[in-house]
DNA sequence: GTCTATAGGCAGATAGAC
DNA sequence: GTCTATCTGCCTATAGAC
């Protein structure tokens, strides 16, 4: 039976590859897939590049892991709004504070900015990056077809598409806005896509 | 005094330094700016790495060379269309346009791809790009307050402000679009967007 | 202007000791 | 699991002949 560790702390385990996941995130949503490398890995958790290979095998895999993760998160905190809020307004504004947090992390969205480099990923990981875009978009036209039919929204047009150019309008809100190095501009977008349902 | 060649075909000079920077922008649009290399240029053209180096000495160069060609067609087309129509919201039909003709290329927007990789970039590069987006911006305000006060559109807000998300929102469904490869979809979104004004 | 040759460094990845 | 050592290949960039 495996030893219960770290009780006293009440801290989980947190192993080596969650560890190497954590950097590779920042990383990747900082500077790119294509902008970082296992040697930035390693300094920063003090361990050589041979010793990430042992958890990721290939960059690649190492990048599914990375969405795969991303995605399960993401679909955690979709969940959590469904649990907290059912008004459907207050729903999409707490869809838009998932963007704006990472905002303020000074971050890209992980998929943003993995969709830029999509012409340079293995296969895994542009399958893995629509299914979270999916993923996003079915949660959206939900939410966006029980609104109107509530009479919260009044847009025109099928749920589905609205959900599609709100997520890209989103992405792109964000992705703008790191560049110029200001979330204030994230958010009075953000408010404004909102307000035009 | 120069002589003057290929008077026969109307064909203009095509410097060399010209058609690097064609094939460039392909893969800058395409890959990333961090993702092709001077042996990728050099092999589409025929001619060594070291000869692009003679007309670009540095890569942070050649990028910055990049986003200025980029901003100036971009005038020019804003330019054209600024001539050619006085209607607003058929100018912002012919904007969108620009963003569609870049995706039926199967590519994404120049400075929205360099605006993914924005923390890895030279500072020349950086300030060139942010005096893109301030361009467009300025453009957009102009045409979205012209057409408000012309009573053809009704969007609240500042123009400026407007103008910002119109600008995130048509990046991002491109960049999304993209990882589709799906043109109708941006078209579908770049609609929506224009008919909310 | 374009070439050959090469420098110097970093990339992803592997073998094998501990 | 983590290490040292190493491989192979590609990267940006330069020197110098033509």
Same mark, same amino acid.
């Given at each position: !039976?495996?030893?219960?560790?770290? #009780?006293?702390? $009440?801290?989980?385990? #947190?192993?080596? @590859?969650?560890?190497? +996941?954590?950097?590779?995130? #920042? ?15 390693? *300094?920063?958790?003090? !361990? ?9 095998? *290939?960059?690649?895999?190492? $990048?599914?892991?990375?969405? /795969? ?6 679909? %955690?905190?979709?969940?959590?709004? =469904?649990?907290?809020?059912? #008004? ?11 963007? =704006? ?6 971050? !890209?969205? +992980?998929?943003? !900015?993995?969709? %830029? ?6 296969? /895994?990981? &542009?399958? @893995?990056?629509? @299914? ?5 978009? *079915?949660?959206?036209? /939900? ?6 039919? $509530?009479?919260?929204?009044?847009? &025109? ?15 792109? %809100? ?8 200001? =979330? ?10 909102? =307000?035009?349902?």
């Amino acid at each position: !039976m495996r030893p219960a560790k770290a #009780v006293e702390t $009440g801290v989980p385990d #947190v192993t080596t @590859a969650q560890r190497i +996941l954590d950097v590779a995130e #920042v990383l990747a949503q900082t500077r790119g897939f294509n902008g970082f490398s296992y040697a930035d890995i390693a *300094s920063q958790l003090g !361990m050589t590049k041979a010793s990430l290979h042992y958890h990721f095998p *290939s960059k690649g895999e190492l $990048g599914r892991a990375l969405v /795969a993760r991303y995605h399960e998160n993401f679909a %955690a905190a979709l969940a959590t709004i =469904d649990r907290a809020v059912k #008004v459907p307004a207050e729903k999409l504004r707490r869809y838009a504070g998932l963007y =704006d947090s990472v905002m303020r992390k000074d971050r !890209m969205c +992980l998929c943003g !900015m993995l969709a %830029a480099e999509y012409s340079t990923l293995p296969e /895994a990981m &542009r399958t @893995a990056l629509i @299914a979270f875009f999916n993923a996003n978009e *079915s949660w959206l036209a /939900a939410v966006l077809e029980h609104g109107r039919e $509530g009479g919260a929204f009044s847009f &025109r047009g099928s749920p589905k598409a609205r959900a599609q150019s709100l997520l890209g309008a989103l992405e792109g %809100a964000l992705l703008v806005a790191r560049a110029y190095g200001d =979330d204030r501009r994230f958010r009075a977008t953000a408010k404004q896509l909102l =307000d035009d349902l």
